[in-house]
């Protein structure tokens, strides 16, 4: 009789305060794969980083290089990547990091856009990305931002697609589960853009959101929509306190 | 709404029945491409790249997971022993997977230059199978070690 | 898109055996999946790599469609005098590209 009780009582005294602690991809990693990625000369995804730092220093054909404005990037631009996504102060709209490149691209520098998932927004963002290696993600959750958080949350909780299934019953009520294969984690999404061995190269958040909803055979969005903005703001805001892991790998 | 970004990742390495009837219908079929090497045994693929010789089994260490999260990419390393001298070396080493559309994956060309006999590299299994390091060494010796390998599946397919 | 990361351990002394390990920016394609547009995409690999040093080939690895996209290999050679070694990896359809990195030797 005073066993459950007792047990109760600790799991009371174990579990943290508010938010549940949640813990990132790489926890659910091989020993292996962990080291790979941890490992600069086994690890693919740094080949993308460093084309994203030549391209931050490549002159365009019309305006200045992105190293023009923001010198000294590891100084200047640590942190940054892991404060996304925000809500543009002019447009009142939710940016990714993706949306913040284009946005210079375009605004700035007078240039077309790279296009979602393009080598070189994916190079640009998993460099802009790596510069917050160890950080932790602290985006803003409240104020304008409030109702993307929210419209992110409810379609975490709403079931979808043919096999029913919201993202919240697998990646909070079933984390270190088996599904076929895999293990299924939180979906903190910390270390995208990633290297996935799925893909055999570097994707971004965005396209392994439509994988997920492939997954459920649910409606995929489009990269950079609504939905997915939303809800890559709600999993920051979730994973708040993790580290940023780009570039990650996983599976 | 949604659009394909790698068309590559849409299709299995493996010709597809459809594939090869249209091409045999077309005359450009190879005979080994028709029939992806399932007739042949991993024992028979080993004997082609040691002239019908039957190696010898031990000599060697063929490290690599038996049980594989992803086929795309498996760690492979390979330890020989061998002085690696100008009269007792290493050749080279021929990895082989039994169930790949195309078995033959990699040979490595050795030296007396290269000290030791101990080599890694990734390898693509395109499912659960067999694998195998055939060694040839300097003085005509041939040797073999193979393990099995399974191959799992991650759990959402991409398509997206 | 090419590219490679090569790693030598900082010196070394005469005869002692050194790891050297590679990693490349390829996506070696297997060929025969679908374009998205009704073809199918040519067959696109590394077929090879070869490592040379002192005067002389000191690794070569011929590679197929089972070797893995962006692939990684390490071997070890005997340092003999300070000097490059010269990677050189040859395309399907014939292009080549060529690193080196220096291994000094005391």
Redesign the interface.
């Not at chain 2, 394909?4 to 299709?11: D, Q």
């Given at each position: 009789m005073r066993l459950p009780l007792l047990l109760i009582g600790l799991f009371v005294a174990l579990a943290p305060a508010g938010a549940e602690e949640i813990a990132s991809g790489s926890s659910f990693l091989s020993p292996e794969m962990r080291r790979q990625q941890d490992d600069p000369n086994r690890n693919p995804a740094w080949f993308w980083v460093d084309q994203g730092k030549e391209l931050f220093a490549q002159k365009p054909a019309t305006g200045q290089a992105c190293l023009g404005c923001h010198a000294d990037p590891a100084t200047s631009l640590r942190g940054a990547a892991v404060r996304y996504p925000q809500v543009d102060g002019a447009s009142g709209k939710l940016l990714n990091l993706e949306g913040r490149i284009e946005q210079c691209r375009v605004e700035r520098q007078q240039q077309p856009a790279f296009g979602y998932e393009s080598a070189e927004l994916l190079s640009l963002t998993t460099y802009l990305a790596s510069l917050s290696r160890g950080q932790p993600m602290s985006v803003r959750t409240d104020g304008p931002a409030q109702a993307y958080y929210e419209a992110g949350k409810a379609f975490y909780e709403r079931r979808q697609g043919q096999l029913n299934l919201s993202c919240k019953q697998c990646h909070d009520g079933l984390v270190g589960q088996k599904l076929r294969g895999d293990t299924i984690s939180y979906g903190a999404g910390t270390g995208y853009p990633a290297y996935r061995l799925e893909w055999n190269s570097v994707g971004s958040l965005h396209r392994r959101l439509r994988a997920c909803s492939l997954g459920v055979r649910a409606s995929q969005f489009d990269y950079g929509s609504p939905e997915y903005l939303a809800l890559e703001l709600y999993l920051a805001g979730r994973a708040k306190g993790l580290p940023g892991e780009t570039p990650a790998m996983r599976r | 709404?949604?659009f394909?970004?790698?068309?590559?990742?849409?299709?299995s390495?493996a010709?597809s029945r459809r594939?090869v009837v249209a091409l045999a219908a077309a005359g450009l079929v190879l005979p080994t491409l028709a029939g992806p090497a399932r007739a042949e045994t991993l024992d028979d693929l080993v004997r082609r790249v040691t002239d019908g010789v039957a190696p010898a089994a031990g000599g060697l260490t063929l490290e690599i997971?038996a049980l594989v999260?992803?086929g795309?990419?498996?760690?492979v390393r390979i330890a020989v022993d061998s002085p690696m001298t100008e009269a007792a070396h290493v050749r080279w080493i021929h990895?082989i997977?039994e169930k790949?559309?195309?078995?033959?994956?990699?040979?490595?060309?050795?030296?007396p230059?290269?000290?030791?006999?101990?080599?890694?590299?990734?390898?693509?299994?395109a499912q659960s199978q067999t694998v195998a390091a055939v060694v040839a060494h300097s003085d005509g010796r041939y040797a073999v070690a193979t393990a099995p390998v399974v191959v799992?599946?991650?759990?959402?397919?991409?398509?997206? | 898109m090419f590219n490679a990361r090569i790693t030598l351990p900082p010196q070394a002394k005469v005869g002692e055996t050194v790891e050297v390990k590679v990693l490349m920016r390829h996506p070696m394609d297997r060929g025969g999946q679908s374009d998205g547009k009704g073809g199918t995409v040519p067959r696109k690999i590394l077929n090879r790599m070869t490592a040379t040093y002192a005067g002389a080939e000191i690794f070569r690895i011929d590679m197929h469609t089972g070797v893995a996209a962006n692939p990684f290999v390490s071997f070890s050679t005997r340092a003999v005098e300070t000097g490059d070694i010269v990677f050189e990896w040859r395309e399907d359809g014939g292009a080549t590209y060529t690193r080196t990195a220096r291994l000094t030797v005391i």
């Open positions: - | 709404m949604s394909p970004i790698s068309p590559r990742s849409k299709r390495e010709p594939d997971p999260e992803n795309n990419s498996v760690d990895l997977a790949n559309p195309f078995p033959d994956m990699a040979r490595i060309h050795l030296s230059r290269s000290g030791r006999a101990l080599v890694a590299t990734t390898l693509r299994l799992t599946l991650s759990a959402c397919i991409d398509g997206g | -």
